[in-house]
């Protein structure tokens, strides 16, 4: 097979902070080392991307988002880039979609590259479904032609044929998509860059744009794809890099490579404790989640229920100082990222308990009808009255529903999941 | 597969060649942000493209009681002040409206060029191509103005060979609206000051250029005499009056001079655009 990407010691730094005289005084600095001949004086400081700890040891005004990247990928390969928030993913696939440059190093391909880091660059509001087939096609690199050969199996694909003279902005946020993705789906690139575009549209929509994704690699195109959605990345992709402070930990073997992967956060998964340095989206001193798992009725860890099978969500908080009253929110959702349930206590009168310095433990029943599926639990601590968040950690604990009940329930009768949550409703017939 | 490697890398080579192979690939997009342009421009009015030559008529009406009857500057014998105005108008609004809008290539279209690559060239060079469909609107409706006065209004027609020359002067006119375009996009990526100074700038720029008055109303001993001569556009929109009206300047030295300038000015704007297109994601 032969090698068509080639990354050669690519490395991508960021300066911190907003856009004033600082920076333009760094830009003279740069113009008169590069006047003299001498390299960019910037590049030798930097940190690494350890974004989490940024603060212990980085007074650098840069930051490395990648750091000597290097790697191969064959003809034919379907590679999934994995790696937590921060990691370096969507840095690197801005280089490789050729939408911004590597401070040093290069990147070499072969052939047509096509990118979809977005469904629907370039839609235009105002415009009809048509035009914007075309208008978005040609963005994407297609030449008119092409596109007028193809038209009528994207629009197929879409199954928006109604509304094709329509303005795509009296399109619903689902037709819309369809029509972006039945575009980028119809490419035919020699290599395909995707984001996490298919954590959009409906499961059913879901399940054909990844089996459009997978014939495209069978025709033995190259395909790049960076998400969080293991379970997709595991059955859509042939080998894996796993990126960790904008370096590759490893590249191989998908499973292997998720193994990997799970690994590092395998102390998470399995016991739901969250080590201090764990990826926190926001983190004022004061209290901090240290634990997030589900449980049994009986109070042992699980992280596998039958449908509708009542549980358990167990969590622990360090409390370093008295503080104002807090709530919590727990915020139950896909992988990928979509929350579609909020579990929280509304009555304050409940957090007053938690003020005081020390460890809290809260155990918290949950009695829903959850659809068959794999789901992850976010947690966050706010202050009451002002809102201001202490630790919010995202996607931390992972959990199954199966479609199987236990203790003599129900079993749920679909091969498809309608939606996230069978609502406790009262039939009669009158 | 035996094609050659295509590489990614900072900087890399200015290659002008590289640019208009990359452009002619991508025709059919440059169309495409045309025919977006002028459709969607004037989607959800009601009088559409008519409004084209309404800000012409008016701007023109203006100048007619302002320059005309209060400042009482005059204008050639044989046209009518009216389309002697719209006349400087439609070529100053296709070189003013070009370079406002390139100026902005790389601020407008950020969310854009975020996501996905192509030539950044297109888009300045499918404004341009909408600026030559308004230009056309524009100047079709001077023609008829110009026309009218001839057959009822009693003007003559003292038109001249260097007439066929406006297909030269309107690529000039282009070639200077992208070149500056350029360069105010390329620097407004990571600076915002210049946008301010555009907007308000391209207003003055119009009344050092002899849009609203002939150039032979400034003696040719005053300081302004020396200034307007400077300015490219001054030789430029002076030879598409003079192929109407044998009255004005057409001096072959002056446009070629007007030539270098605008050529310099397009290279400089062409490298600094292909040098910042590269990295501008990081700093818009």
Known sequence: ?430 | MVEDWNIVEKGGAFNLRKIFKDLVDYKDLIYLFFKRDIKSSYQQTILGPLWLIIQPVFTSIVFTIVFGNIAKIPTPANISPFAFYLLGLSFWNYFADCFNKISGTFVNNSSVFGKVYFPRLAVPFSILLSGIFKFSIQFILFLSVYVYGVLFNGYTMHINMTLLLIPVYLMLLSLFALGLGLIVSSFTTKYRDLTMLVGFGVQLLMYATPVAYPFFTIKYTSVFYKLLSANPLTGLIEACKYGFTSNGLFSVKLLTVDTLIILLVLIIGMYIFSKVEKKFMDTV
């Open chain 1, 1 to 430: 097979m032969s090698v068509v990407i080639k990354a050669e010691n690519i490395s991508k730094q960021y300066k911190l902070g907003a856009v004033g005289i600082s920076s333009l005084t760094d830009d003279v600095q740069r113009l008169i080392a590069r006047l003299k001949g001498k390299e960019d004086p910037f590049l030798k400081v930097g940190v690494e991307n350890t974004r989490d700890k940024v603060s212990e040891e980085g007074d650098s005004k840069y930051v490395w988002a990648l750091k000597d990247i290097n790697f191969e990928i064959n003809q034919g390969e379907v590679v999934g880039i994995i790696g937590k928030n921060g990691a370096g993913k969507s840095t690197l696939l801005k280089i490789l979609s050729r939408v911004t440059e590597p401070t040093q190093g290069q990147l070499k391909y072969k052939g047509r590259l096509a990118s979809l880091l977005e469904v629907g660059t370039g839609f235009h509001p105002d415009l009809s479904g048509r035009d914007n087939v075309f208008l978005n096609g040609a963005i994407l690199g297609m030449k008119k032609h092409e596109i007028a050969r193809k038209f009528d199996e994207i629009i197929e694909f879409s199954g928006v044929a109604k509304y094709i003279d329509t303005p795509v902005k009296r399109y619903s946020s689902g037709m819309y998509v369809r029509l972006a993705f039945a575009v980028a789906a119809h490419l035919d690139p020699d290599i395909l860059v995707i984001d996490e575009v298919l954590a959009v549209g409906d499961q059913e929509f879901q399940n054909k744009c990844i089996d459009k994704m997978k014939s495209v690699a069978k025709q033995g195109n190259t395909v790049i794809f960076v998400s969080h959605n293991l379970p997709t990345v595991k059955s859509f992709c042939t080998t894996g890099i796993f990126m960790k402070y904008g370096k590759i930990v490893m590249q191989g073997n998908i499973n292997e490579t998720i193994n990997e992967y799970l690994t590092e956060n395998k102390n998470v998964a399995e016991t739901g404790i969250i080590p201090k340095d764990f990826f926190r989206l926001h983190n004022t001193p004061g209290a901090m989640i240290t634990k997030v798992s589900c449980a049994s009725l009986k109070g042992e860890f699980c992280n596998e229920f039958g449908f509708g099978e009542k549980f358990l969500i167990e969590l622990e908080l360090d409390v370093e100082k008295k503080i104002n009253p807090i709530s919590i929110d727990l915020l139950i959702g896909m992988p990928s990222g979509e929350q579609f349930a909020l579990v929280s206590e509304l009555s304050r009168e409940f957090y007053k308990g938690l003020c005081e310095m020390g460890t809290h433990k809260i155990e918290i029943e949950i009695d829903e009808q959850i659809l068959p599926g794999i789901y992850s639990i976010t947690a966050g601590i706010s202050d009451q009255a002002s809102g201001i968040n202490y630790d919010w950690v995202e996607n931390v604990f992972t959990f199954r529903v199966s479609n199987v009940a236990k203790n003599g329930g129900l079993d749920y009768p679909y091969t498809v999941s309608h939606g996230f949550i069978n609502l406790k409703s009262n039939w009669k017939i009158k």
